[in-house]
């Protein structure tokens, strides 16, 4: 076992490095979400989601 740890040291660290960054990415996310916050540019009249994402309020208008 020590042996094979030993031959696939370099792979191991690269994937826990990886793994530590998917980790914080998602964590991040996560965070911005629960405080509200959007990760788009809010360019929303050229985003094909525009009215997924940002839904008009009652009474008021998009504009295009």
Do not use: D, F, Y
């Not at 911005?32 to 788009?40: E, F, L, T, V």
């Amino acid at each position: 076992m020590l042996q094979w740890i030993a031959t696939n040291l370099g792979t191991i660290l690269i994937c826990a490095v990886l793994l530590a960054a998917v980790a914080l990415i998602l964590r991040s996310l996560l965070r911005q979400k629960k405080q509200g916050k959007s990760s788009c540019g809010c360019n929303c009249a050229h985003c094909a989601m525009h009215g997924a994402c940002h839904p008009a309020a009652p009474g008021r208008t998009e504009r295009s």
